[in-house]
T-cell receptor, first 113, second 113 residues
């Protein structure tokens, strides 16, 4: 089975721009979660989608949004980028049931200048 | 915010020795999981222990969970150079199962050949 695929791998954007990151989950996985990882704040939960519905959301401003398509692929969007948005953005998929582990992609490294 | 605190923050040991990492958390949980992250890559799921379990083994890994103390430990026996990575505990206190994990601050483990 192919793993979780995130594109692009690296991204450089300017303050004020917007960005869209993409995630393809493992085949058959219906849950996709997004996390932000920074040296200062560590791993922070952004949101989770299951069958195209957002089930949970972390404490991030409305500039951060996401969606999931009928094939379980997911995108997250960050608008009006700030320097502090520079981070490794990780996507994870799972079957979405209790006690099922997360399978992570290798992330998208976003640098905002 | 992060629920878990891991101790120590960094650990260096000789190859062949055992490595022990500890994790403390704050709220009631459904399960606790351990993940490994190699530099700049995604996280890899290692082991999951449910709230009604006290100890679990997987290969060279041994995890314990004490819900009364809200703490867990990960023991890696007979360490190898390939075990060099950051290790994170993550707690699941969600309603549907793993739609929101709260990660600890991580322990950076270095195995000296």
């Amino acid at each position: 089975k192919a793993g979780v695929t995130q594109t692009p791998r690296y991204l450089i954007k300017t303050r004020g721009q917007q960005v869209t990151l993409s995630c393809s989950p493992i085949s058959g996985h219906r849950s996709v979660s997004w996390y932000q990882q920074t040296p200062g704040q560590g791993l922070q939960f952004l949101f989770e989608y299951f069958s195209e519905t957002q089930r949970n959301k972390g404490n991030f401003p409305g500039r951060f949004s996401g969606r999931q398509f009928s094939n379980s692929r997911s995108e997250m969007n960050v608008s009006t980028l700030e320097l502090g948005d520079s981070a490794l953005y990780l996507c994870a998929s799972s079957v979405g049931r209790e006690n099922s582990p997360l399978h992570f992609g290798n992330g998208t490294r976003l640098t905002v200048t | 915010s992060q629920q878990g605190e891991e101790d120590p923050q960094a650990l260096s040991i000789q190859e062949g020795e055992n490595a022990t990492m500890n994790c403390s958390y704050k709220t009631s949980i459904n399960n606790l999981q351990w993940y490994r992250q190699n530099s700049g890559r995604g996280l890899v799921h290692l082991i999951l222990i449910r709230s009604n379990e006290r100890e679990k083994h997987s290969g060279r890994l041994r995890v314990t969970l004490d819900t009364s103390k809200k703490s867990s430990s990960l023991l890696i026996t007979a360490s190898r150079a390939a075990d060099t990575a950051s290790y994170f505990c993550a707690t699941d206190a969600s309603n549907f199962g793993n739609e929101k994990l709260t990660f600890g601050t991580g322990t950076r483990l270095t195995i000296i050949p």
